[in-house]
């Protein structure tokens, strides 16, 4: 208890030095760690993982991203614009699980997932999750019938948007917030200071995530970074949550 009254005190006084808001979520996160540490263990522990739709050929550059601390490989499985599966999905996923990586997929437009899940061929049952796109292009809304089918073809759904993304194509609908959160909340932050740390940038709370009691399970924190010659975006993802 004198460790939780003196956490307390730290957070009251860091609060009146700082009164931002995405600053005061985090220390509340915080002050529950201190109180209940069982309880964030997800927010204790994340892993570094990327997303692109590049096209990759050498195994040593997925060997090279995970001495690099790349956890996850995250795969655009649609040729771009197009619901057509990609003919490198399927390769490149097994490049990556061949390094010792975690893998999972996603499609720019939400209505090409089940093309997009299919890309991953024999893989498709190592899928972490296929992430449902929800960004202002092509701006099309998650749907009940999405979230039914990628669950019914075996493989988690999750939520990829930001919170300006979310609220010009979903309002202020809470409707999926039982859905794990992938947020895009790329800033110009250095890498180095945001990898591997899934609060970071400050969680903005919307569609019903990135409360204390539902916080995002990844965060999308840098664009086209250029890793060993390949564009691809970082990312943190909470280490529990992958099986």
């Not at 109180?35 to 522990?45: V, W």
């Not at 890309?119 to 449902?132: C, D, K, M, P």
């Not at 796109?133 to 073809?153: C, H, N, Q, R, S």
Request: hydrophobic share 45%; glycine share 8%; with cysteine.
């Amino acid at each position: 208890m004198t460790a939780l009254r003196f956490g307390v005190r730290r957070l009251g006084a860091a609060i009146r030095r700082r009164r931002a808001g995405g600053f005061v979520l985090q220390l509340l996160i915080l002050a529950a760690c201190w109180a209940y540490g069982s309880l964030c263990h997800p927010l204790q522990y994340s892993l570094q993982g990327i997303d692109s739709a590049q096209t990759i050929e050498s195994q040593a550059w997925f060997h090279h991203a995970y001495a690099d601390g790349v956890r996850l490989y995250v795969i655009h499985a649609t040729k771009w614009g197009t619901c057509e599966p990609w003919p490198n999905t399927e390769k490149q996923l097994a490049m990556a699980l061949r390094a010792g990586m975690k893998i999972a997929a996603y499609t720019r437009d939400p209505r090409c997932w089940r093309n997009g899940i299919l890309a991953a061929g024999s893989y498709r049952n190592q899928l972490q999750f296929f992430a449902i796109d929800v960004e202002t292009d092509p701006g099309l809304p998650v749907t009940a019938d999405i979230v039914t089918g990628i669950k019914a073809m075996g493989v988690r759904p999750v939520v990829y948007s930001g919170s300006s993304m979310w609220r010009s194509v979903m309002g202020e609908s809470a409707e999926f917030a039982e859905l794990p959160l992938w947020d895009a909340s790329a800033t110009a932050m250095a890498p180095k200071k945001t990898a591997g740390n899934l609060l970071a940038p400050h969680p903005v709370q919307y569609g019903g995530w990135n409360t204390a009691s539902n916080m995002r399970v990844g965060v999308q924190q840098a664009f086209e970074y250029t890793l060993h010659g390949v564009k691809v975006d970082l990312n943190s993802f909470s280490s529990a949550f992958f099986r």
